[in-house]
């Protein structure tokens, strides 16, 4: 199996493994006087990652050195059941050792045009920058059974390539508006994890991980061709076919 994949034996187990890697990772940053910049996605998945993260790692993670972004947010309220925020709030971020103002979120509620550039802008401002695109130090991403990725679908590609780094995008079956990521900030990142579990994303991992015919017409795909620094943390069930 190649070094950049982890198999674990269920969603629990590929969760605190992510957790533990994040641990790790803001503890490097916070003994070098540095803080983690790390975008975070929504869905289901990562709502065990953050519930964990909130119940079981309140000492053990300098959360003073972790500064949140958003890969993607859904355009609705905050407080709307489909918000990614929304849910990394009730799991995580409502907890009294989140500092506030280490939280940047999208603003789902707003114009999504205005959102974009404004968080495009909020990118430019607290992020280094390098070949034109803002610098994350960590990435989470998930992936869906369609093989989108942030909210880049497969029927636009373009937000792969965009020039900005930051775009409006639209769920392809609800017509529901996103504000995301664009390809060129994810893979800009120091280091770009998906967290993927679920036997109902195994035909498109497999398909994209083994780089078969076909597969460039997944979104996941063109990220990890695109990138060095990809790890894959997956459960046995997402793995099953590879
Ligand atoms: C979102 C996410 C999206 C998610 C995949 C997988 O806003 O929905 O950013 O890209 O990672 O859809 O979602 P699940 O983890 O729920 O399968």
């Not at 957790?19 to 996605?41: D, P, R, Y």
């Amino acid at each position: 199996m190649k070094d950049n994949i982890r198999i674990f034996k269920n969603a629990d187990e590929s969760a605190v493994a992510v957790a533990e890697l994040i641990k790790n990772e803001a503890i490097t940053k916070k003994q070098a006087g540095k803080k983690l910049n790390i975008a975070i996605s929504g869905g289901s998945t990562p709502k065990q990652l953050f519930t964990l993260l909130g119940d079981e790692y309140e000492k053990s993670i300098p959360w003073d050195a972790v500064r949140f972004f958003w890969v993607d947010e859904r355009c609705v309220e905050p407080t709307d059941a489909d918000s990614n925020f929304g849910m990394t709030y009730d799991a995580l971020l409502q907890r009294a050792f989140i500092p506030g103002e280490n939280i940047f979120r999208m603003k789902g509620e707003d114009v999504p045009e205005n959102e974009a550039e404004r968080y495009q802008k909020l990118l430019w401002s607290e992020l280094p920058a390098r070949d034109g695109f803002p610098v994350l130090d960590l990435v989470l991403l998930g992936m869906g059974a369609d093989g989108h990725t942030a909210s880049i679908f497969p029927d636009n590609l373009s937000l792969l390539d965009s020039e900005f780094s930051v775009s409006v995008a639209i769920q392809p079956i609800t017509g529901q508006k996103r504000i995301t990521l664009t390809g060129n900030t994810i893979c800009n990142a120091e280091k770009i994890v998906f967290l993927i579990t679920g036997e109902n994303k195994a035909d498109v991992l497999k398909k994209i991980i083994k780089k078969e015919v076909g597969s460039e017409v997944y979104p996941t795909y063109h990220i990890v061709a695109r990138s060095s620094n990809v790890k894959f943390y997956l459960d046995k069930a997402a793995a099953v076919k590879l």
